[in-house]
T-cell receptor
Framework: QKEVEQNSGPLSVPEGAIASLNCTYS??????FFWYRQYSGKSPELIMS????GDKEDGRFTAQLNKASQYVSLLIRDSQPSDSATYLC?????????FGAGTTVTVRA | DADVTQTPRNRITKTGKRIMLECSQT?????MYWYRQDPGLGLRLIYY???????NKGEISDGYSVSRQAQAKFSLSLESAIPNQTALYFC????????????FGPGTRLTVL
């Protein structure tokens, strides 16, 4: 079992819609969770971090964490063409980050 | 200037050649990492270092070696490159707390023919 798994893509959403991304992790002791956005050929950039159960909102992005279910999600509201990218879920444990394979999102005009 | 730099940005080499990828950071962080990225596989950890005297293998260290020359410099070497090492390589750094952002370099695209 992979440490971090993400829902397979690609995910295509119309402009203005909500994009929903999911991630599960295997280490129940994990404490820190991150979402990175990566444009093709570029380095990942951090868009959200979450450390406690519940929701965390930042602009059009909302991260949700449920440690009992070992589940992290990212919602992108009012999706824009500039949101078209690959989104990587990352979990911090044992002093290092483990990444999921990523979900590619395409926002169509 | 960028906080994390990598050289070269692109490299084409031949099977069996030795190649070194270099990483420098100005964040003053102790922790540095090397990842490789292949399509559909996300980022996989090759090696990481918590300080100059502390080097650790990641999940895919076979065929690679590293050197931490100083707090700010962390190099990745392929002693004898093979085609399946063709990938995008990223260096990263963070301060060492579990809440800290991991800062990535711009990446090196390596092609082994």
């Amino acid at each position: 079992q992979k440490e971090v798994e993400q829902n397979s893509g690609p995910l295509s959403v119309p402009e203005g819609a909500i994009a929903s991304l999911n991630c599960t992790y295997s280490d129940r002791g994990s404490q820190s969770f991150f979402w990175y956005r990566q444009y093709s050929g570029k380095s990942p950039e951090l868009i959200m971090s979450i450390y406690s159960n519940g929701d965390k909102e930042d602009g059009r992005f909302t991260a949700q964490l449920n440690k009992a279910s070992q589940y992290v999600s990212l919602l992108i509201r009012d999706s824009q063409p500039s949101d078209s990218a690959t989104y990587l879920c990352a979990v911090y444990n044992d002093y290092k980050l483990s990444f999921g394979a990523g979900t590619t999102v395409t926002v169509r005009a | 200037d960028a906080d994390v730099t990598q050289t070269p940005r692109n490299r084409i080499t031949k099977t069996g050649k030795r190649i070194m990828l270099e990483c420098s950071q100005t964040k003053g962080h102790d922790r540095m990492y090397w990842y490789r990225q292949d399509p559909g596989l996300g980022l996989r950890l090759i090696y990481y270092s918590f300080d100059v005297k502390d080097i650790n293998k990641g999940e895919i260290s076979d065929g690679y070696s590293v050197s931490r020359q100083a707090q700010a410099k962390f190099s990745l070497s392929l002693e004898s490159a093979i085609p399946n090492q063709t990938a995008l390589y990223f260096c990263a750094t963070n301060s060492g707390t579990n809440t800290d952002t991991q800062y990535f370099g711009p990446g090196t695209r390596l092609t082994v023919l």
